[in-house]
Structure formats: C-alpha cells, structure tokens
C-alpha cells in the first residue's frame, strides 16, 4: 500500500510540473495500442463531415468529422470544434463498433493561455489526454499539460461523446 501511495504522489506530482501523468491499468495499454495501430493502418475509406452539431459542453460552433472505415464499418473518427479559448480536437478508435481508445487535445488561443501552460511541437499552449477503454469502461488514462484530472476520472464524458459522435456519422452515412 505505501508503494502504490508513493507511486501515485510521484506521478500527481509529475503533473504539477507539465510532464505526463498516467494513471490506471498500464499493462492494458499495449494492448489497445496495438489495436489502434491497426486500426491506423486498416481504411478503404474516408469521409468528411461539416456539421453545426457540437458534441462538447464547451463547444462554440459546428464539427469538422473525419470518418475512416474498413468494409463499411466505422473504426477511426477524428474531429475538431473551436471553444471560447481555442481549437479542441478528438480522436476516437473503434474495435468491433465499441470505442477503446479516445485522444484529445486542446490547443489554446494565445490570448486565452493558462500561464505556464505547456507548448506542443507548433509551440502552441495545449494539452493531451488519452483515454484507454475495455469492456465500455476506462482502464487506464495519460495526460500532458492537462489539469484536474484526478486518479478517479472516469472518462464518463469522452466516452459518451464518442457514442454521440459514432450514432451521428451512422446516421450521416451507410456506415455500420
């Protein structure tokens, strides 16, 4: 119990200063890269939607969707929506129509930057999550410049949007 108590001050503490935070099953993660890792590579299709339906509480305007299928089925969604502080970005992975892995990253105005906030490869004020999902719930997660995010974060959130994002492009298309 100490150990796993340290282990949990340490990586709390990693976040305090920007550096990436994970919490959770981490032996699940592999797994679920791989699969991402094919689903990556595994497309015959790509559509683009424009919508003026936000997915996000704190969206400001419309989504920009990004839908990679495989024999007609929906494994890859990519979207983006402009906040009142800047561009806010996810990536959703589907295995077998059931999300198991959600990527998000905020990129702030630069007028709207917390300060201190970390820079992404553009040096942009941003922030990372990852969301690793098994069986429809949160195994594991990983953060980089992200705050209030607790070791009890359920992803409840993400993971709803990604149902509201898939049924959406269902509906949009003849995709399964």
Not at 23 to 30: E, L, Q
Not at 85 to 100: A, D
Not at 141 to 150: F, L, N, Q, V
């Given at each position: ?52 339906s ?59 930057s ?58 949009q298309?003849?995709?399964?």
């Amino acid at each position: 119990m100490r150990n796993l108590t340290s282990c949990i001050l340490i990586l709390v503490s990693f976040n305090a200063f920007g550096q990436e935070i994970t919490v959770g099953d981490t032996t699940m993660i592999r797994e679920i890269q791989r699969k991402c890792s094919i689903i990556y590579d595994t497309k015959d299709s790509t559509i683009f939607l424009l919508t003026k339906s936000t997915f996000y509480k704190n969206a400001e305007s419309g989504t920009n969707i990004v839908v990679n299928s495989y024999k007609g089925k929906i494994n890859r969604i990519v979207t983006f929506t402009t906040t009142r502080t800047g561009l806010l970005g996810g990536e959703f992975y589907f295995w077998e129509s059931q999300v198991i892995m959600i990527y998000e990253t905020m990129e702030y105005y630069d007028e709207d930057s917390p300060k201190g906030q970390i820079r992404n490869f553009k040096n942009i004020p941003y922030w990372e999550s990852r969301f690793y999902i098994n069986n429809k719930k949160i195994v594991a997660h990983r953060h980089s410049g992200r705050k209030g995010i607790g070791i009890d974060y359920t992803a409840q959130i993400e993971i709803d949007n990604s149902k509201d994002i898939f049924e959406f492009v269902k509906e949009q298309t003849s995709l399964k």
